[in-house]
């Protein structure tokens, strides 16, 4: 997706998400939060979004965020003032394509229904790789699209749809695994149907 299809997406998502995709994509979320919460350390969220996730994460944790959206980014930060989420160390606009962090900042980075939106995703998994400490962890919560059945032919129906929709429903799992330094180390469906698959991946010490 291009930068400025994004925005025009988000900016339509921005008042209804919680109540809408929010709900739809509880379950990576909680999934993804525990596995970071059970690791510890300092966590990067790659598109925190409207803050969804920032209250499941421990308080014994050090929270970052960052998002292309500034009205999403908005929301998160009433999400953090009025929960008093004092593990949010920032919230920041930014280019997922190009971390304003230094190398091997972070012990665990996060990026939970991102990878399939913005421009570049290979260039944003090697600035992920880029920002995590050696022998960190990336985790990822995507929808992949398959190869076949009903509900492939599906997803090859919606692709044309991904600039208005803001997702892209036919993303090849391929295109996050070509980072030398990564590894998938677990892969796991998270729903019934298989609709979204969570990846923990780790750089190499």
């Known amino acids: 997706m291009k930068p400025e299809a994004i925005t025009s997406s988000y900016r339509r998502w921005a008042p209804i998400y919680d109540l809408t995709f929010g709900r739809i994509t509880n379950a990576g979320r909680r999934h993804a939060t525990k596995v970071a919460n059970e690791t510890g350390g ?3 969220e790659v598109g925190v979004g409207t803050g969804l996730a920032l209250s499941y994460y421990a308080p014994t944790l050090k929270v970052s965020g960052i998002d292309f959206s500034e009205d999403m980014l908005a929301r ?4 953090v003032r ?10 920041r606009q930014m280019d997922a394509r190009k971390l304003d962090f230094p190398d091997a900042s972070f012990d665990i980075v996060v990026a939970m229904h991102l990878i399939s939106v913005v421009p570049d995703p290979e260039l944003v998994m090697a600035e992920m790789a880029r920002v995590c400490k050696p022998g960190g962890q990336i985790l990822l919560v995507n929808h ?5 059945g009903w509900l492939a032919w599906l997803e090859r129906k919606f692709a044309p749809f991904a600039d ?3 997702w892209h429903s036919n993303f090849p799992k391929d295109r996050v695994l070509g980072v030398r330094d990564l590894r998938v180390v677990e892969e796991k469906p998270l729903t019934s149907l298989g609709l979204f698959t969570f990846l923990r991946m780790q750089k190499a010490a």
Do not use: I
Not at 76 to 79: L, P, Q, S, V, Y
């Open 42 to 44: 300092h966590v990067l």
């Open 76 to 79: 998160a930060r009433t999400k």
């Open 82 to 91: 009025e929960e008093n989420l004092s593990h949010v160390n920032e919230l």
């Open 144 to 148: 992949f699209a398959r190869e076949e």
């Open 164 to 166: 208005w929709m803001g």
